[in-house]
């Protein structure tokens, strides 16, 4: 009778694992198959055409939802000179911009740096960041890692009616795991 039980809760021990990591595979499945989206164009929403912060033009190139939240990656036409964010922090992504076009000014933590094409700047997670267009027009590239809640951030101002109020810029940000620290940077 000892014997039957101790192999009964064996069989139970050893076949726990097993059930667990069925469990973690279904449910951290990434995408097996690779796509491709056309210059010019974005993934799943389109061209996203932000308000608030500034009115430039977001499109979704790789969505946190293809990674299962592990990386997104979007381009901005920027089309807002002399605007840009707020000083903000991202709680849980570190952020990398690639400037494709134009001129921007940036701000991490308290170093400033000029950037133009062809540069590329790194903001981790939990310092203070904000950028502002230079330049008529340009673009760039803008990398998370996690994913994180920007590209609902982006949905969410492109959705909007009107202009929001700072108050509600504030209160985006937060739904989206930022948090506004400061003014929005200007040029010098």
Known sequence: MKRKRFYTALIAL???????SITTQKTTKRKDKGFKVNAGEGRIHGHLKLKGVN???LDVKISGKDTNGELAVFEQTSLSQGRGTPLHVHTSQDEI?????GAYYFQVDDKKYQMAVGDSIFLPRNVPHAWTQKSKTGKMTVILQPAG???????TMAGLNHEPTLKEIEGIFEDNEMRV???PLLLE
């Open 55 to 57: 009115s430039n033009i």
């Open 14 to 20: 050893t076949t726990i694992p097993i059930f667990a």
């Open 149 to 155: 809640k920007l590209e609902d951030f982006f949905v």
């Open 181 to 183: 620290v400061g003014p």
């Open 97 to 101: 911009f690639y400037i494709l076009e």
